[in-house]
């Protein structure tokens, strides 16, 4: 099978396409043929060994997919072969083939394909749950989303939108502001150009809002996060401008704001309640009509070029692999 490998830490300039042993599946596992893989920030830390898990050399990034089931290991009774699944691994989804443990497969909703069902689950679900399970947002509440056109901001503003929040986009230019506002955003603050802190509060007449999910991080996470009004919530979910930020507690302590912090891998474990209800309310509003954000496919032999456009912050929405094209 072809596979893109990391054989050196660094650039994502340095991935090859080779071919590899085909996989096969262990106790408890799946093996997925890959149909569609999406690129995810997260990935570019792992091939530069910035993750907050370290890959041993050399190995297949990827963390994110949908296929079809192609085997199943001993001890697996299902889903039968044949059935289209997506999933989220720590790396190796960038092949043509993926061998998980079952538990970490879902079920693709009705309506998405291959491409979108890859570019649908971690953001979907990382945004939901920042909004929803860890921001404890409701209808008709003012949220302000960093990053509004990346992968998981996009995401966010799509669901906030939709379950009836008024959205405050925050993004890099006004370009990007405009994708924003095609989800739903009600307004949006050029962080480059424009005073954050002071423009969240004049777009949300004045008082601050009352959540901000933040997945870039950097200088920006204090300047949003004084933009939260008296008991308001910030959730701290990425670091795409690459610098962790360091908030003054006094500013939690004054302002009687709470901070909190959203990791994927674990919620599974520690919240499969939320789990269980994140999976109906965004099955229903793929029915009702949402899909995510795909703003460019690429093939496999393509995958240096589409890492370092995320790394580079020159996307919107999702960027998705296609395993299937030539």
């Given at each position: 099978?072809?596979?893109?490998?990391?054989?050196?830490y660094?650039?994502?300039?340095?991935?090859?396409v080779?071919?590899?042993?085909?996989?096969?599946?262990?106790?408890?596992?799946?093996?997925?043929?890959?149909?569609?893989?999406?690129?995810?920030?997260?990935?570019?830390?792992?091939?530069?060994?910035?993750?907050?898990?370290?890959?041993?050399?050399?190995f297949?990034?990827?963390?994110e997919?949908?296929?079809?089931?192609?085997?199943?290991?001993?001890?697996?009774?299902?889903?039968?072969?044949?059935?289209?699944?997506?999933?989220?691994?720590?790396?190796?989804?960038?092949?043509?083939?993926?061998?998980?443990p079952?538990?970490?497969?879902?079920?693709?909703?009705?309506?998405?394909?291959?491409?979108?069902?890859?570019?649908?689950?971690?953001?979907?679900?990382?945004a939901?749950?920042?909004l929803?399970?860890?921001?404890?947002?409701?209808?008709?509440?003012?949220?302000?989303?960093?990053g509004?056109?990346?992968?998981?901001?996009?995401?966010?503003?799509?669901?906030?939108?939709?379950?009836?929040m008024?959205?405050?986009?925050?993004?890099?230019?006004a370009?990007?502001?405009?994708?924003?506002?095609?989800?739903?955003?009600?307004?949006?603050?050029?962080?480059?150009?424009?005073?954050?802190?002071?423009?969240?509060?004049?777009?949300?007449g004045?008082?601050?809002?009352?959540?901000?999910?933040?997945?870039?991080?950097?200088?920006?996470?204090?300047?949003a996060?004084?933009?939260?009004?008296?008991?308001?919530?910030f959730?701290?979910?990425?670091?795409?401008?690459?610098?962790?930020?360091?908030?003054?507690?006094?500013?939690?302590?004054?302002?009687?704001?709470?901070?909190?912090?959203?990791?994927?891998?674990?919620?599974?474990?520690?919240?499969?309640?939320?789990?269980?209800?994140?999976?109906?309310?965004?099955?229903?509003?793929?029915?009702?009509?949402?899909?995510?954000?795909?703003?460019?496919?690429?093939?496999?032999?393509?995958?240096?070029?589409?890492?370092?456009?995320?790394?580079?912050?020159?996307?919107?929405?999702?960027?998705?692999?296609?395993?299937?094209?030539?």
């Open positions: 099978m072809r596979a893109a490998r990391c054989t050196e660094g650039s994502p300039s340095g991935l090859e080779v071919e590899v042993d085909d996989l096969a599946p262990g106790p408890g596992e799946v093996l997925v043929t890959v149909h569609a893989a999406a690129v995810n920030f997260p990935d570019v830390l792992i091939v530069a060994n910035r993750y907050q898990i370290s890959a041993p050399l050399p297949t990034p990827g963390s997919f949908a296929g079809v089931i192609a085997a199943l290991g001993p001890g697996v009774d299902g889903p039968a072969v044949g059935t289209p699944v997506a999933g989220a691994v720590l790396g190796g989804a960038f092949a043509e083939q993926v061998v998980v079952v538990a970490a497969l879902r079920s693709v909703p009705d309506g998405l394909d291959m491409v979108h069902a890859a570019a649908f689950h971690v953001t979907y679900a990382t939901y749950h920042s929803v399970t860890v921001g404890q947002a409701t209808s008709g509440e003012w949220t302000a989303i960093l509004a056109a990346g992968g998981v901001g996009s995401a966010a503003v799509d669901i906030a939108a939709r379950l009836g008024h959205v405050i986009a925050a993004a890099s230019s370009d990007r502001l405009a994708v924003a506002r095609k989800l739903g955003a009600e307004g949006g603050v050029d962080y480059v150009h424009e005073d954050l802190k002071t423009r969240i509060r004049e777009l949300s004045g008082a601050g809002v009352h959540l901000v999910i933040d997945p870039v991080g950097g200088d920006y996470s204090e300047a996060l004084r933009a939260l009004r008296r008991g308001g919530r959730v701290t979910i990425g670091y795409a401008d690459g610098k962790i930020p360091r908030i003054p507690l006094n500013l939690v302590l004054l302002k009687d704001v709470v901070v909190r912090g959203f990791e994927i891998r674990t919620v599974r474990q520690y919240r499969p309640d939320a789990v269980v209800e994140a999976d109906r309310v965004l099955g229903q509003l793929v029915r009702d009509g949402m899909r995510p954000l795909v703003s460019t496919v690429h093939r496999l032999e393509d995958v240096a070029v589409a890492l370092t456009d995320v790394a580079e912050r020159r996307t919107t929405g999702k960027v998705v692999i296609d395993m299937t094209a030539r």
